[in-house]
């Protein structure tokens, strides 16, 4: 890894990354993500106590989407332990897309491939522990607080309200997963909880101070604090290499090399081990559900300064 001295090379990479957005377009399929304007491109990278630097529209919000599910895997694995959680997911990567209910139908026993495919996240949002929903979803941001060390952050109504009138996928694959004992709860309760860890809304800043405590080993450097367990942290970055960019994921780790995971807002984070972390967004997405533009920004800032851990 090579000194990072790329304040001024930022905007540049920024400017010329963008240009690759063209070749994306916006998720519809959760209507309020529709909305997003597909030339936005920003960045921030942190790199602990303070120091940031960033570049494109750096206060612009949007929602984790499929982030959210890197976090609820840390709750889940505090609260139960990594033989419960592997013993209901498994964790090997899919070459089939996030939402496919195919290997469910496939695998014997039925149980959701890996974490980070909708069947594998919404069996893990269903171990969350709590009286309610709000008791629920009040855990997971509350993570989040002490991740970002940012008590601001909540989740966007209209968004997760978006997702859940027309989640008819999600539904089909609880329903599966009911049918076969991996999840026991409500549906409607499980698909409410889901729809607002989704949308949890951030900006590149705290993006990149989620990716930066995973990739300290679980602390937060502005507080001290460890606020997920080291053993933790080390399964979710084996994820997000494995598997964090949907059925991309192997031509990202030979390209890139960064652990990162992605969401269907166009939002990237990433967690360069003992380095630096990596907020992105930029909302027109290829074919498999990645931003294309914050792709490109990757594997150019990879490229340059010698960031792949392979
Ligand atoms: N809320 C989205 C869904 O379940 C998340 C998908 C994603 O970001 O990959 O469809």
């Given at each position: 890894?090579?000194?990072?001295?790329?304040?001024e090379?930022?905007?540049?990479m920024?400017?010329?990354?963008?240009k690759?957005?063209?070749?994306g377009?916006?998720a519809?399929?959760?209507?309020?993500?529709g909305e997003a304007?597909p030339?936005t491109?920003?960045?921030?990278?942190y790199?602990?106590?303070?120091?940031?630097?960033?570049?494109?529209?750096?206060?612009?919000?949007?929602t984790?989407?499929?982030?959210?599910?890197?976090?609820?895997?840390?709750?889940?694995?505090?609260?139960?332990?990594?033989?419960y959680v592997?013993?209901?997911v498994?964790?090997e990567?899919?070459?089939?897309?996030?939402?496919?209910?195919?290997?469910?139908?496939?695998?014997?026993?039925?149980?959701?491939?890996?974490?980070?495919i909708?069947?594998?996240?919404?069996?893990?949002?269903?171990?969350?522990?709590?009286?309610?929903?709000?008791?629920?979803?009040?855990?997971?941001?509350?993570?989040?607080?002490?991740m970002?060390?940012?008590?601001?952050?909540?989740?966007?109504?209209?968004?997760?309200k978006?997702?859940?009138d027309?989640?008819?996928l999600?539904?089909?694959?609880?329903?599966f997963?009911?049918?076969?004992?991996?999840i026991?709860?409500?549906v409607?309760d499980?698909?409410?909880?889901?729809?607002?860890?989704?949308?949890?809304?951030?900006?590149?800043?705290?993006?990149?101070?989620?990716?930066?405590?995973?990739?300290?080993e679980?602390?937060?450097?502005?507080?001290?604090?460890?606020?997920i367990?080291?053993?933790?942290?080390?399964i979710?970055?084996?994820?997000?290499?494995?598997?964090?960019?949907?059925?991309?994921?192997?031509e990202?780790?030979?390209?890139?090399?960064?652990?990162?995971?992605?969401?269907?807002?166009?939002?990237?984070?990433?967690?360069l081990?003992?380095?630096?972390?990596?907020?992105?967004?930029?909302?027109?997405?290829?074919?498999?559900?990645?931003?294309?533009?914050g792709?490109?920004?990757l594997?150019s800032?990879?490229?340059?300064?010698?960031?792949?851990?392979?």
């Amino acid at each position: 890894m090579e000194d990072f001295s790329f304040n001024e090379d930022l905007n540049e990479m920024v400017l010329e990354a963008k240009k690759y957005s063209k070749y994306g377009s916006v998720a519809d399929y959760i209507p309020a993500l529709g909305e997003a304007n597909p030339e936005t491109l920003s960045i921030a990278i942190y790199r602990g106590k303070g120091d940031c630097i960033a570049a494109g529209g750096i206060y612009e919000k949007f929602t984790l989407q499929s982030i959210s599910k890197v976090i609820t895997l840390a709750v889940a694995l505090m609260d139960h332990g990594e033989d419960y959680v592997f013993s209901k997911v498994g964790m090997e990567p899919t070459g089939d897309p996030f939402n496919s209910i195919a290997k469910l139908e496939t695998n014997i026993p039925s149980k959701p491939l890996n974490p980070m495919i909708n069947a594998g996240a919404l069996a893990v949002t269903n171990m969350i522990i709590g009286q309610s929903i709000d008791e629920k979803l009040g855990r997971i941001l509350g993570l989040i607080h002490e991740m970002t060390s940012n008590s601001e952050i909540t989740f966007c109504e209209r968004v997760a309200k978006s997702e859940l009138d027309t989640a008819f996928l999600n539904r089909s694959l609880c329903y599966f997963m009911k049918q076969h004992g991996v999840i026991q709860s409500s549906v409607e309760d499980l698909l409410d909880l889901y729809t607002k860890q989704c949308a949890i809304q951030v900006d590149c800043t705290d993006l990149a101070k989620l990716g930066y405590v995973i990739a300290n080993e679980g602390r937060n450097p502005e507080t001290g604090r460890q606020v997920i367990p080291l053993h933790i942290t080390r399964i979710i970055k084996t994820f997000m290499v494995t598997c964090g960019m949907y059925n991309s994921s192997g031509e990202f780790a030979i390209r890139v090399g960064i652990p990162a995971k992605s969401g269907v807002s166009g939002a990237i984070m990433g967690s360069l081990p003992h380095g630096l972390g990596i907020g992105i967004y930029g909302p027109a997405l290829d074919d498999r559900g990645n931003s294309v533009a914050g792709m490109k920004l990757l594997e150019s800032l990879s490229s340059r300064y010698n960031l792949s851990i392979f």
